[in-house]
């Protein structure tokens, strides 16, 4: 399994972003992929997954109303579209995949990761 994030960057308060993950090897049932964030000194929480079987999403609530996940399934790639940034979103980004009869909502629920992009949002 390879996760490769890509699109970070900086961007003003107010601006938007788009992440994309580029996945290969996960041909494995009941797969969940998600976007997970993480600030210096705190424990990744989760932005939003996916469940690859019919598309269903789930986002945290500071996400919802302003980032949308998505897949593309012929390209194998995952998308996080993130709109009215704050400074509150800088931090790493990382995307993840799990295996789960259920929504997974904490990383130990994600068996596979990216390295990484950094997001930050200037005031």
């Known amino acids: 399994v390879r996760l490769v994030e890509s699109g970070g960057g900086l961007v003003q308060a107010g601006g938007s972003l788009s992440l994309s993950c580029a996945t290969s090897?996960?041909?494995?049932?009941?797969?969940?992929t998600g976007w997970f964030r993480q600030t210096s000194g705190k424990e990744r929480e989760l932005v939003a997954t996916?469940?690859?079987?019919?598309?269903?999403?789930y986002s945290a609530d500071f996400a919802k109303g302003r980032f949308v996940i998505s897949r593309d399934n012929a390209k194998k790639t995952m998308q996080l579209e993130m709109n009215k940034l704050t400074p509150d979103d800088t931090a790493v980004y990382y995307c993840?995949?799990?295996?789960?009869?259920?929504?997974?909502?904490?990383?130990?629920?994600?068996?596979?990761w990216g390295q990484g992009t950094q997001v930050t949002v200037s005031s």
């Open positions: 993840a995949a799990a295996r789960s009869m259920t929504i997974p909502k904490s990383q130990y629920d994600y068996s596979f």
């Open positions: 090897g996960l041909t494995f049932s009941l797969l969940h």
């Open positions: 996916i469940r690859w079987s019919d598309d269903e999403t």
